[in-house]
């Protein structure tokens, strides 16, 4: 970091709303005015990206394609919603049929109460 020798005091005006808007981002001023120097040099001197600074929210063609693309992709989980239904009622039905199945064989597994207890007796 320079020390005080090699800085320079820069003093300004700018309107409150600004200001405001940039105390949002930056604890200190003096880190704001520097980032908003070095990128004010680097684009006259032509070392930004040539999209930097255009603002592609408000490009109407860019908002038309990211709304195609989430079409697409919400088509696509739409046919994967109706698959996996399909696939949940084929699951149910099948369920059903064992719990059935399942009855069945417990009622003929159960034996049927057909003699009376016995009493017990003591032989001594």
Same mark, same amino acid.
């Given at each position: 970091?320079?020390?005080?020798?090699?800085?320079?005091?820069?003093? %300004?005006?700018?309107?409150? @709303?600004?200001? %405001?808007?940039?105390?949002?981002?930056?604890?200190?001023?003096?880190?704001?005015?520097? @980032?908003?120097?070095?990128?004010? &040099?680097?684009?006259?001197? %032509?070392?930004? &990206?040539?999209?930097? %600074?255009?603002?592609?929210?408000?490009?109407?063609?860019?908002? =038309?394609? #990211?709304?195609?693309?989430? =079409?697409?992709?919400?088509?696509?989980?739409?046919? #994967?919603?109706?698959?996996?239904?399909?696939?949940?009622?084929?699951?149910?039905? &099948?369920? #059903?049929?064992?719990?059935?199945?399942?009855?069945?064989?417990?009622?003929?597994?159960?034996?049927?109460?057909?003699?009376? =207890?016995?009493?017990?007796?003591?032989?001594?």
């Amino acid at each position: 970091m320079p020390n005080d020798d090699e800085k320079v005091r820069v003093n %300004g005006r700018v309107p409150k @709303e600004l200001y %405001g808007n940039i105390c949002q981002y930056y604890d200190n001023m003096t880190q704001a005015i520097n @980032e908003a120097l070095e990128l004010l &040099h680097t684009s006259k001197n %032509g070392t930004l &990206h040539k999209d930097c %600074g255009k603002n592609m929210q408000n490009d109407a063609s860019s908002c =038309k394609e #990211q709304v195609d693309i989430l =079409k697409q992709q919400l088509s696509i989980l739409v046919e #994967q919603l109706a698959t996996k239904d399909n696939q949940l009622e084929k699951q149910a039905f &099948h369920i #059903q049929t064992l719990i059935q199945e399942n009855s069945k064989l417990n009622l003929k597994l159960l034996p049927e109460k057909t003699e009376t =207890k016995k009493p017990w007796y003591k032989f001594w």
